[in-house]
């Protein structure tokens, strides 16, 4: 029991929340002219597009895109021109002063982007040392894609993975493209600022250009968390691996919803660690148990040669959380007897104990669907207080209540109710792609 509480804690304490506010866009467009001597485009105003090295576009207004990609001219019946100078794009009809008629131009901004819809393609990034195995990259996109199939692919998601300053140019090159206001030093092995979600850009200008980035050391990689002091087996520190991959990526879908606001802090929104992070623990650990056996590492496996990994086994993650309630657990365990209350909505002062069980709770009152989907849909314009009560028809001290007494009802032997955990698969009974486009 304690090593699986040192596990969740270290995990829980690795997460950084504090994504800024920053802007890039990334111009990614393609611009197809067709190729004569010269090639004459109308808009508001004629343009002339000249087949060179800079791409210069003129209109009627003041937007300003950097564009950070390869220039690439095709010269046969169509040409696409990609620009690695500054592009200028003027128009008087910008996307982003239409939305801020209705709401704040940075939450406009973050729409502009992308920034909370999943995308049509594989989004996210990840950059390693030049020293790291090709297999981690392999292991990392056979994850993220299992989970893109679920939540969605959202871009400005990044990964990078160090070693030493010797090998890791090619994340230095990155962190400074998107504008990491960190040193890019490596010191005892980590570079200086890392930490699981930081953020990124330029934070003096408009509008933001937000990153979330996932920033970790190979030897964490290798050895997660515990499980070199536990001489834990490969299987289990992979499963350790991939559960946090999914975690921090959770978070990233969360952050969509958010916009601009920081849900690590109790601002406008006021955003409770005990959802923040135990949704984000709720997920994996259904989403491992459901689908360990689709990962290429575990094929040839036993589910009990993995199953000490995080909570992937559901029913002894729900009997330990109902012991500890019931004070049947160990005698320093802080969570002994804790009953879940308003200091749960802080970082400070939240002592993380049955989160993740309090967010499958709170689904069983309800659905996985209004805790992960419908909650978080409302909370930038009804605060998490407004939007949990509009959805859920209780307020949080009500839940609080209701969690308390139903932890220690019952023998903590008892398996779980029926329907507490979900019994089909997450994509069936979760619609991610509710709100999006697609």
């Given at each position: 029991?304690?090593?699986?509480?040192?596990?969740?804690l270290i995990l829980i304490i690795g997460c950084s929340n504090s994504i800024e506010e920053a802007t890039t866009v990334q111009d990614t467009t393609t611009t197809t002219v067709q190729d004569t001597t010269t090639t004459t485009v109308q808009d508001t105003t004629t343009t002339t597009v000249q087949d060179t090295t800079t791409t210069t576009?003129?209109?009627?207004?003041?937007?300003?895109?950097?564009?950070?990609?390869?220039?690439?001219?095709?010269?046969?019946?169509?040409?696409?021109?990609?620009?690695?100078?500054?592009?200028?794009?003027?128009?008087?009809?910008?996307?982003?002063?239409?939305c801020s008629k209705k709401t704040s131009p940075d939450k406009c901004h973050y729409v502009a982007v992308g920034y909370?819809?999943?995308?049509?393609?594989?989004?996210?990034?990840?950059?390693?040392?030049?020293?790291v195995p090709q297999t981690i990259v392999d292991e990392y996109y056979e994850i993220q894609n299992m989970?893109?199939?679920?939540?969605?692919?959202?871009?400005?998601?990044?990964?990078v993975i160090t070693t030493t300053n010797e090998f890791s140019q090619p994340i230095f090159d990155k962190l400074t493209e998107i504008h990491w206001d960190q040193e890019l030093n490596i010191v005892d092995g980590y570079l200086i600022g890392a930490g699981c979600l930081?953020?990124?850009?330029?934070?003096?200008?408009?509008?933001?250009?937000?990153?979330?980035?996932?920033?970790?050391?190979?030897e964490f990689v290798e050895y997660p968390h515990d499980t070199r002091e536990w001489?834990?087996?490969?299987?289990?520190?992979?499963?350790?691996?991939?559960?946090?991959?999914?975690?921090?990526?959770?978070?990233?879908?969360?952050?969509?919803?958010?916009?601009e606001l920081n849900m690590g802090n109790l601002d406008s929104i006021d955003t409770p660690v005990w959802w923040i992070e135990g949704a984000a623990i709720l997920f994996p650990n259904i989403w491992l148990n459901q689908s360990w056996q689709e990962i290429e590492l575990f094929k040839d496996?036993?589910?009990?040669?993995?199953?000490?990994?995080?909570?992937?086994?559901?029913?002894?993650?729900?009997k330990s959380a109902r012991k500890a309630a019931q004070g049947e657990s160990y005698p320093d365990d802080r969570c002994n007897n804790y009953m879940m209350n308003s200091l749960d909505s802080s970082y400070d002062t939240s002592a993380f104990c049955f989160i993740g069980i309090a967010n499958a709770y709170l689904a069983y009152l309800t659905s996985y669907e209004t805790v992960w989907v419908d909650i978080p849909k409302d909370i930038y314009e009804l605060s998490f207080q407004g939007s949990f009560e509009k959805h859920t028809n209780m307020t949080l001290e009500e839940f609080y209540?209701?969690?308390?007494?139903?932890?220690?009802?019952?023998?903590?032997?008892d398996p779980p109710p029926l329907g507490f955990f979900p019994e089909k698969p997450i994509s069936e009974i979760v619609d991610f792609f509710k709100y999006s486009d697609f």
């Open positions: 029991m304690k090593k699986h509480f040192l596990i969740f576009v003129q209109d009627t207004t003041t937007t300003t895109v950097q564009d950070t990609t390869t220039t690439t001219v095709q010269d046969t019946t169509t040409t696409t021109v990609q620009d690695t100078t500054t592009t200028t794009v003027q128009d008087t009809t910008s996307e982003v002063d239409e909370d819809k999943p995308q049509n393609e594989f989004a996210q990034e990840i950059v390693v040392a030049t020293d989970l893109n199939s679920i939540i969605g692919s959202y871009n400005r998601y990044v990964t930081t953020g990124s850009g330029d934070w003096q200008v408009f509008p933001p250009d937000p990153y979330a980035l996932c920033v970790m050391d190979y001489n834990t087996p490969l299987p289990q520190r992979r499963a350790v691996l991939y559960h946090g991959w999914a975690h921090e990526y959770f978070h990233r879908y969360q952050r969509a919803y958010h916009y496996l036993s589910f009990q040669e993995i199953q000490e990994a995080e909570g992937i086994n559901l029913d002894l993650w729900y209540d209701k969690f308390n007494s139903f932890m220690r009802e019952g023998n903590s032997d």
